[in-house]
């Protein structure tokens, strides 16, 4: 079975600063990888999704991720953060080959931005 | 654009009391997943079902189950609550293009949150 680790449980920046938050997962075959946002007290969004081709993907509000395949990553990445990045952050797998299309998630990492 | 409705909210209940939580999807998506998410942890995936039949399991406890009924809405039924269940329940719907591995993003209710005493 997949699973995913967020090594980052928690990250404190000043506006502007850049941002990486590192996401590794395991499992050998096809992968599908994504990040979801979920600011407080709300439900979780989708931020950006990586399928095939392109291993750098770009999705909404300026973040972008890269899959790097020999190294099982997938660490979202955003140059200037602001205050309403603020939220917790969850990466997640699905493995579309063995059928089963639920998420697996990583344990999140909640991003604090200070203005 | 519609989003997929949860209902309670939230919700309240005494140990080894019934608990039934309501998952409308979006209108035309066919599949719904279950994911719990404890106190400040990650989703677990509970449960999903595709066209009103179970497509897989995850680590739902045997005091829960749960249906799709013909409009695709979703219940999650809850027996014997325990502290532990306590959580955020969420569900999520998709549009399944039928069985090839192709990924059909999930889109993510608020959330109901139980609380168990």
Redesign the interface.
Known sequence: AQSVSQHNHHVILSEAASLELGCNYSYGG?V?LFW?VQYPG?????LL?Y?SGDPLVKGIKGFEAEFIKSKFSFNLRKPSVQWSDTAEY?CAV?A??T??????????TRLQVQP | AAGVIQSPRHLIKEKRETATLKCYPIPRHDTVYWYQQGPGQDPQFLISFYEKMQSDKGSIPDRFSAQQFSDYHSELNMSSLELGDSALYFCASSKSEGSSGDYNEQFFGPGTRLTVL
Do not use: I, V
């Open positions: 096809t599908n979801y709300q439900h979780l969004q989708l999704k399928f969850f699905t579309p080959n059928g089963r299309r639920a998420l697996t998630f990583g344990s999140g």
